[in-house]
Structures are given as C-alpha cells and as structure tokens.
C-alpha cells in the first residue's frame, strides 16, 4: 500500500538567486517563463520547443533569475533535452522550483511532482492549461493535492495571465518538502543502504536512489564524476541486487507506486462531468486519417508554398527589388555617391558590382527579407496549430524506410526554417544513431527558409517540371543517403511513440512575437555575414584576384557543373551562407545569364551544399568536431558530384533546350 | 517459458478469449483497460510508462491506421503497430 508522509523544512536556499520552471513537455512552461520575466522565449505547439535552458530576471523578485527548462517526460531521462533540465536539478541551489502542469492530464503532472518533491526541492505546481480542463467538463479540487504533497497548488490559464500573481505570491513563500512515498520492502531497504552511505547528493538522497535504480544517465554521470571509487562500487552492488530482484523492471515496480497512490488522490481531487468530443479533436483525428490525411497535408503544403514562394518570393520582392530598391533608392544612392564621393574605389566599394549596398544591402533586404518574413510567419502558424506532430504520423512510413521514425521529421521540418537551430532540436531524438543521421540528413538537403524562398522564385520562373524535377532529385538524394547511413550507421531503427497536442488556435499575438524573435535572429546572423561575403568579394576583384580564382574554379564550375564561369563567385559565397549563393544565382537568372538547365542545376547544387558557418559551428558542437567536420568533407564533393551528374542527365535528355 | 508462450497465445486469439487482447486488436472507439506490458522492450515500455500508460489505466482507442492513435486521460498518444502489439488489455464494460 502507498502511504505517505510530508516533512517541510525550513529553505535552505532562503535567498538563494534561481527558480527553475519545470514539467512535462508542451504544457506552458515558456509562456509563463515571459509572463514571469517579461523576456520572449520560443512557444510552439508541439513538444520539444524549449531544447537548451533560457534565463531571465523575475519580474516581482529582485536579484533572481528565473531558468526555463526543456520538457521532461518523467525521470529516468530518455533523450538530451531531459537531461539538461535534470542538470538543472541537479546543479543549481534552486531557491524554488516551479512545476508546471497540464491540468487536463493530472495524473501524468502528478507523477513528475512525486518525483520532484522526493528530490526534497522547495517546490510550487502551476496547474495550467485550466481553460482546456473546463472545457473538457474536468472539474479539479487542489485542497486534498496540496495537503498530501504540502506545497501550493495554483490554478493557471498562462495564454490568459490568470493566476501569475498567485505564482509569484507562492515562489516567495516555497519550503522545501519531503515527501515518502511507500514503495516495496526491497527496495525500501537498498534506499536505505543508500542513505547511510558518506557522500553528498545532488538532490535528496531518496530521490538519487530511485533515479540510480533506474540507470539514469545524468545520476550514472554525476557518480562517475564525484564519488569515490569504493562509494561507487557500494551503489553498484546494491542496484545490481535489485536488479536480480526485479528482472521485469526495477522502474516498473516504482511506477506502480506512484500510480497507486495518485489514484486515490486523483479520485479525491477529479470530477468529470460531461465529456462530448470538440470540433478542434474532430479535425486533429481527421489529419491523421489515412484517407483525408494525405490531402489536407497536401493543402498545407500549397498554402505554404502560395504564401511564401508566390506571395513572398514573387510579389513582395518584386516590389522590394525592383520597385523600391532597382528604380528608386539605389540608382539614387549611385548618383548621390558620384557626387560626393571622389575616389572611385570607395564608390565602387558601396555601390559597385560587389558593393557594400547595393550587393550586401540589396540581397539581405529586399530580396531575402521578405522571403524570411512570409516563412516565419506561415511557420509560426503552423507550428502553434499543433499539426507538425501529426505529420510525424503521417510520413512515419517514409522515414522507417531510411532507418529513421516519424519523429525526425520535426526537425526536418523545422531546419526548413533554420537548420542551425533545427540540429539543436535533433536533442529530443533519443538515440544518438538517430541525432547523427537527422543531422547528416538536415544539413545535406533540407534548405532554410531564406534559400527555399529563393529556390522556389527561381523555379518558378523556369517551368513546374523544373519544380518536381528539384524536389525529386532532393528526395532522392534524401533517401538514398539515408538509407546507406542508417546502413552504415550501428543500432536498430526504433518505432515511433509520439504525443500529439491538441490541435489549437494560433495565438496572434505569439505568432507575431515569434516572428519578429526570428527576424532579429536573421538580422543579426545573416546581415552581417552577407555584407563580410560582399566585402571578401570586393576586395578579391580589386586585388584582382577573383578572375583569377574564378579561373582556377573553371574546370569544376564550367566543366563539370556546365555554368557560366562568372558563378564560381557566387558558388564561393556558398561557404558562408548558401543562400548567398542562391540569391546570385537568383541574380545571375534574372538578368538572363543562366539558361534554365543551368539555373535548375545551380539550385540543386547549392541546396546540397553545407548550410552556413553558424550551422558547421553548431554541428561540431552537437555531434563533435570529428562527426561535424567528417559531414562537412562528405557533403561538399557531393553536392558539386550530383549537379554535375544532373547536368549531364537533363541534358542527355534534352531537357530545356 | 510455459508462461511466455501462454501469454503469446493470448495475445493472438483474442476471439477466443475474450478477456485478455493485445491493443494492436482493439476496434477504435472502444474503451479498455491496461492488463500487462510485460513483453514491450524494456525502453519503449519505460517511454509509455513516462507517458501514464501503466497497467490498470482505462484508455480509448482512436484509430489503428496508420499507427495506433490513443487517448490517456486527455492526452492523445501515437504509436506503431509492433508496440501495440506488446500491451495486453481487457475490455472494459460500459
Ligand atoms: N489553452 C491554453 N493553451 C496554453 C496555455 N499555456 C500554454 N498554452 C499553449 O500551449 C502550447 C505550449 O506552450 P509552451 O510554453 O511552448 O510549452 P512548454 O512547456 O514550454 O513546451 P516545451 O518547451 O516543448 O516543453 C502553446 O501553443 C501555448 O500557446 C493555457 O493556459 N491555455
Ligand atoms: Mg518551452
């Protein structure tokens, strides 16, 4: 039987400086993080947005920093981004941890709560999400939970702002508590061994035990790193001997627990009343339905391709470049700079060929910006409607045929909007085999919304047969690398297990935070690299080194890849950014000096290239230098490999001629 | 062994017995009960465990294709056939 006592204890941390909020993926911890600090943080609709900790400054209490955390399923963790909130736990003197929670799922919030608090944390529960738990005809009663856990249990709606106030009331007040659950004689016993033993845990040392019973890999670190070998060997024994105990499962016994003692809570706590089944989950069973699934994916697609390649790409540009900048600003800008500047070369260095402006500017402007824009806009939407997940579903197929499962495809998606940021969220993937090949996949033939906007502008000036024949040979390229890789690759491919997010209305709001989190991301990344590129660019034409260069590129540009000489320049930019390259490319076949057979293997070509600098850097710091730099060696000879491949094949064909 | 091989048995003639299926055989709509996970590789059980799938939780199913959609509480959870097919379950009479 599940008894329990509760302890509280004076704070140890009375003026400890950080509060961590923590819980269950995708239940509101980071907007409540920028209710509390006031500082935007990433908010999305699946699970897995927060991957790395955000910190930031509590609004009510002076002096200390509030950490918002990546979602935990539950302890042992499973995947990276668990691990470095269990980090979290276990590293700083948290003055007070705040659980968030969905109340509409109140057993499973119940489960990590148990967990935390026999960590012996000063610990307060948010119960958010509490409209949705209305709305479901659930009606909670916290009198009973906060008696038997003895912390404060408050009622949230985070979108709403309701009971903020509250919350910051209660992170003042937070004790920690210790809560005892009782589990089986056995392992009451090895707990106690434990506890006897002379070392320092990070958390209380009933909350180790369970995590070390269960080989958690941040506790199994922690011991290698900070206990003696004698002490360690002790602990071993005593798990191996609940192990021979146990052979179903030391965690299974745990959980059983847990579960027994939060079904007579939860039975004093829940009503449930009505439950009739919402529009909103209609629609959700209907995306997932093996039928209309296919179609509504499909129209997705299209408005997202309308929005951004037709729109964005098209519209907006047009009048941008063309209008704004080709007519008015920058042949102003020349004559301005012709009077008033007297030295050629500084003239040419603003507003030449390889001018500071009217190269740098002008791309990363008028030409990339409102690409970005439409994206991240679009994106956002699609992100807080709560589809993505349920693409996983749909394209699980597809990806176990390269080894992989449906999860991957968030990140795949999301490196569509960056894959700098995308191989960071390969974390919560929960096998390395799985983060490696992701990563491998993201920055070999996924391009990022800057590139993709421009790809499809130039696609769509040629024909709609040079759009499929660009996505199929990416696929292709997609599939096959996979495949030999998930071949190369040790370890089995594991089956999908995916939580799908209700499906909900964007708030505007948020999308339009995000966004503009993005585009500052993009301003302060991208723009500066681009005018670093036209810089490079200026200074190897007027040392004279570009022809020269360009020259030395010819047998490859020219030979192999079958383009003009002159996109060695372009294709060179390719290292910093590549969709720098795309825009000259982009450039080049706008002002008629690409044929479409040259346009369409440019594209391929520099959509297989490697992503950008920031991308290599966060590959190396993801995967490890030898991992990133071995990727990077492989995708550079194979992107210049496949458009010249291509090149001969259309135009064996007589594609485009 | 003996005990294994029953269990299998069990999971497969689920029209015989009508106590005792895997979830994998479960009509969508219909409500049951989690009996066992015992024969689930240890880490996907571990990863449904976290999620609340635990024996004597009641769940719905909500479809079988193209993976087997549930729902726990009021969390919607997908998974693929070859781990459906390691939860036994028993209808629940409502
Ligand atoms: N209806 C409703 N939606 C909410 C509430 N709080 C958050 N949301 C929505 O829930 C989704 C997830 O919110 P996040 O703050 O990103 O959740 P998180 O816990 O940080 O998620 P991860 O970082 O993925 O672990 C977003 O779509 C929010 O708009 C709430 O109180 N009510
Ligand atoms: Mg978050």
């Known amino acids: 039987m599940a008894a329990c006592h509760v302890v509280q204890q004076p704070n140890p941390y009375p003026g400890g400086k950080t509060v961590a909020l923590v819980g269950n993926p995708n239940v509101g911890k980071s907007v409540l993080f920028h209710r509390l600090t006031g500082q935007y943080v990433m908010v999305s609709n699946y699970p897995g947005t927060t991957v790395e900790v955000s910190q930031g400054k509590l609004r009510k209490l002076e002096g200390v920093t509030l950490i918002d955390t990546p979602g935990v399923i539950g302890f042992p963790s499973r995947s990276e981004d668990e691990q470095v909130t269990e980090r979290v736990l276990f590293n700083h003197d948290l003055r007070t941890v705040i659980q968030v929670g969905d109340a509409k799922n109140l057993r499973r919030t119940l489960h990590l709560t148990i967990q935390l608090a026999e960590m012996g944390l000063p610990l307060i529960l948010a119960l958010n999400m509490m409209d949705e738990a209305r709305m479901r005809g659930l009606e909670i009663r916290t009198e009973v939970m906060e008696r038997v856990f003895g912390i404060p249990i408050i009622q949230t709606v985070a979108t709403r702002g309701s009971g903020i106030a509250e919350v910051e009331r209660a992170i003042q007040a937070a004790k920690p508590v210790k809560l005892e659950i009782q589990y089986p004689a056995a392992i009451e016993q090895a707990i106690q061994k434990i506890e006897q033993m002379e070392f320092d845990s990070p958390v209380s040392k009933r909350a180790f035990s369970l995590l070390w019973f269960g080989q958690d890999p941040v506790c199994q670190k922690w011991v290698e790193e900070n206990t003696p070998k004698s002490i360690r060997d002790e602990l071993i024994k005593v798990r191996q001997d609940l192990i021979e105990k146990y052979p179903e499962g030391v965690d299974l016994i745990l959980q059983a627990s847990r579960e027994n003692f939060i079904e007579k809570l939860v039975h004093d706590s829940l009503r449930q009343a009505k439950s009739s089944i919402s529009n909103a989950t209609r629609l959700g069973h209907l995306t997932i339905h093996p039928v209309w699934g296919i179609p509504i994916l499909l129209a997705v697609l299209y408005a997202m391709y309308w929005f951004v390649g037709v729109f964005g790409a098209g519209t907006l540009v047009g009048l941008l470049e063309e209008k704004l900048f080709g007519e008015l600003i920058n042949p102003w800008l020349i004559a301005l700079s012709e009077k008033a500047i007297p030295w050629e070369i500084v003239r040419n260095f603003l507003v030449g060929e390889y001018g500071l402006w009217t190269m740098g500017v002008t791309y990363a402007l008028a030409l990339l910006l409102p690409i970005v824009l439409t994206f991240f806009i679009a994106f956002g939407i699609l992100e807080d409607s709560g589809y993505l997940p349920r693409v996983a579903v749909l394209s699980n197929r597809l990806f176990s045929t390269i080894g992989l499962n449906g999860q991957a495809v968030l990140p795949m998606v999301l490196g569509l909007g960056c894959v700098t940021m995308a191989t960071m969220t390969t974390r919560i993937l929960n096998r390395p085999r799985d983060r490696i090949l992701v990563t491998l996949l993201l920055a070999l033939a996924i391009p990022c919304s800057a590139q993709l906007g421009v790809v499809l502008g130039m696609l769509a000036a040629i024909s709609f047969s040079a759009a499929l024949i660009w996505v199929g040979v990416i696929f292709l390229v997609l599939m096959l690398v996979g495949w030999l890789a998930s071949k190369v690759l040790p370890g089995e491919r594991t089956p999908l297990i995916v939580e799908l997010p209700p499906l909900r209305m964007p708030v505007f709001t948020n999308v339009i935070f995000k966004t503009l989190a993005r585009l500052e991301w993009y301003i302060k990344e991208a723009v500066p690299l681009f005018l670093l590129g036209t810089i490079i660019l200026f200074v190897l034409d007027t040392v004279h080194l570009l022809p020269a260069l360009i020259e030395t590129l010819k047998p490859v540009v020219t030979g192999w890849l079958g383009l003009p000489a002159e996109a060695a320049s372009a294709l060179l930019m390719g290292f910093l950014r590549r969709d720098f390259a795309a825009t000259g490319f982009f450039v080049m076949q706008s002002q008629g000096h690409l044929s479409d057979l040259q346009a369409l293997v440019s594209i391929t070509t520099i959509t297989l290239f490697i992503p950008c600098i920031a991308s290599v850097f966060m590959m190396v710091k993801e995967r490890g230098w030898k991992i990133g730099l071995g990727m990077v060696a492989f995708i550079l000879p194979f992107s210049i490999l496949v458009g010249g491949l291509l090149m001969r094949l259309l135009s064996s064909l007589g594609w485009g001629s | ?94």
């Open chain 2, 1 to 94: 062994m003996f005990h294994h091989r029953r269990r299998q048995r069990c999971a497969r003639g689920f029209e015989a017995n009508n106590h005792c299926l895997a979830l994998c055989q479960v009509a969508p709509g219909r409500e049951v009960k989690i009996r066992e996970m015992e024969r689930l590789h240890p880490p996907f059980r571990g990863h449904l465990q976290a999620y609340g799938l635990l024996p004597g939780r009641c769940v719905r199913v909500i479809t079988q294709e193209p993976i087997t959609v549930i729902q726990v509480e009021q969390m919607e959870l997908a998974f693929e056939k070859s781990v459906a097919e390691g939860i036994l379950v028993e209808p629940v009479n409502d």
